[in-house]
Structure formats: C-alpha cells, structure tokens
C-alpha cells in the first residue's frame, strides 16, 4: 500500500510570492495534518482537516490557509512568502480523528524562499 | 502550554555502546508519546508507541520508558550501529478531544546522534 506522499519534493521561491503545496493520505485516512519543521527545530503543528473542515489551527499567521478536497487529499497556501518560511512542510495522515489514531507522516516538500 | 525538551541535542559514541535519549515535557495530560527517527532531509518514521497507560514499549534493539507523572520519557538503544546515526524526535499528543479541536502532536527539537563505526 501507498505511504503519504507529498509534491512537489522540492520548490524555490522568491519573497512576495505564493505557494501550493500538495498532500495525498493513506487509502482510506479521513484526516489530514500539516506541520512546518525549520532547519535545526522539531515540526510545528500549522492545521488539522478532518471530512473537509478545519478542526484546528497552529500559531500560524492568515497567510498561511488549507483545504481538504473530498477524496480526502489536501492542500496547503502559503500567501506573501517570507524568508522565514523556507522549510520543511510535512503532511500526515491518520483513519480518522483523536489521539487515538496514529499519524503516518509523508517525505516532505522543501520549501526554499529567496 | 505544552513544551517538549530533549536532552541531550547531539551525541557523538562509537559503535556497539548502549545509549539514552531523553525526553520531557511540562503538561503530563497527555495521551501518548511517540518517538520518531529523522533522516537528513527526509520525513519522520515512527519507531514507538506509548500509550498514557503504558510504562514502556519494546521494538528490536529499541525500549522507550514513559513516567507520565514526572513528565519523562527515555529511548534506549541497544548495541548501536552506524546505521542509527540520525535525529531522533519525541513527541507528545494531548489527551483526546471529541468534541472539536485539532490533536496535533507537539515536538521537541530532537537529538542529533551519530554512531561512529
């Protein structure tokens, strides 16, 4: 079975701009997490989706937004690029909501802001 | 707030030495704790599981303790090998909410181990 999987693998962007980023869960996940992990820092948790709404939000400014699309894939924006969102953006899945539910995480997409 | 501390950040032994990682974070109201490995550059693979309930989970050369009383976990590894060279990340996931909210899991900043051959 497929893990998580993230793309782009890798993207450079200059400050100003905008970004997408997209996440594919495990067959079958309902839920979906993101988390950005600076160089040298653990992941910080940025958003939850769970059937499509958001259930909850890191201290993360509005530029950053997500949505969950009814195959339950999701995607993450990032408006107004600032240098200090060059990192690794992580996205995990689990089958459903609640500690319970372990998340299995993807490979990342590298996000260099220039 | 939760925060998750690690100790210690790097770690440089040789081959074949027993070691220990360690983990504490401040809010012991958590569900469970989980220890994950990090490769350069790579995504997170999970290596144990412990349930609140739980006092340790085993896997191969791995055992990680957990005193959720005293707000501390250790990893150990056993007999390493420089194939565990790697940063090892603990991370905490709060005690389940049904009712709304987001379960995220907060993290510490890991330690960096290298295993000399």
């Known amino acids: 079975d497929a893990g998580v999987t993230q793309s782009p693998t890798h993207l450079i962007k200059t400050r100003g701009q905008h970004v997408t980023l997209r996440c594919s869960p495990i067959s079958g996940h309902k839920s979906v997490s993101w988390y950005q992990q600076v160089l040298g820092q653990g992941p910080q948790f940025i958003f939850q989706y769970y059937e499509k709404e958001e259930r909850g939000r890191g201290n993360f400014p509005d530029r950053f937004s997500a949505r969950q699309f009814p195959n339950y894939s999701s995607e993450l924006n990032v408006n107004a690029l600032l240098l200090g969102d060059s990192a690794l953006y992580l996205c995990?899945?689990?089958?459903?909501?609640?500690?319970?539910?372990?998340?299995?995480f993807g490979p990342g997409t590298r996000l260099t802001v220039t | 707030k939760q925060e998750v501390t690690q100790i210690p950040a790097a770690l440089s032994v040789p081959e074949g030495e027993n070691l220990v990682l360690n983990c504490s974070f401040t809010?012991?109201?958590?569900?469970?704790l989980q220890w994950f490995r990090q490769d350069p550059g790579k995504g997170l693979t999970s290596l144990l599981l412990i349930q609140s309930s739980q006092r340790e989970q085993t896997s191969g050369r791995l055992n990680a303790s957990l005193d959720k009383s005293s707000g501390r976990s250790t990893l150990y590894i056993a007999a390493s090998q420089p194939g565990d060279s790697a940063t090892y990340l603990c991370a905490v996931r709060h005690s389940d909410w049904w009712g709304g909210g987001a379960d995220g899991l907060t993290f510490g900043k890991g330690t960096h181990l290298i295993i000399q051959p």
């Open positions: 995990a899945s689990s089958p459903n909501r609640g500690a319970t539910y372990e998340q299995y």
């Open positions: 809010d012991s109201a958590i569900y469970n």
